[in-house]
Nanobody
């Protein structure tokens, strides 16, 4: 019943910035912590950032100091501001609850592609 739609990805040069959006729908009342995840080809899906319903944030090692997550409860939307992007940030970015469900569950959206390249 819970669904997420990610957007905002694209092609950006190293050092550039992107702002991703995640719109939630369905039965989201029980989701206390939302997370951003990313998966590059041949790599495992990893946590990028998380934010609680009260606004407390945590960050994975990969984006720490460069990424910021925020939320707009009225719009049921979570954001990921990514600055100082590096080629290693290239991946498909997803949003979902934290801890994340199985990658095979239907709540995962299509994700949004972020490509960092010169």
């Amino acid at each position: 019943q819970v669904q997420f739609v990610e957007s905002g990805g694209g092609l950006v040069q190293p050092g550039g910035s992107l702002r991703l959006s995640c719109v939630a729908s369905g039965s989201i009342y029980s989701i206390y912590i939302m997370g951003w995840y990313r998966q590059a080809p041949g790599k495992q899906r990893e946590l990028v950032a998380s934010i609680s319903n009260g606004g407390k944030t945590n960050y994975g090692d990969s984006g720490k100091g460069r990424f910021t997550t925020s939320r707009d409860n009225a719009k049921k939307t979570v954001y990921l501001q990514m600055n100082s992007l590096k080629p290693e940030d290239t991946a498909v970015y997803y949003c979902n609850s934290y801890p994340p469900p199985s990658v095979y569950t239907d709540s995962w959206g299509q994700g949004t592609q972020v490509t960092v390249s010169s």
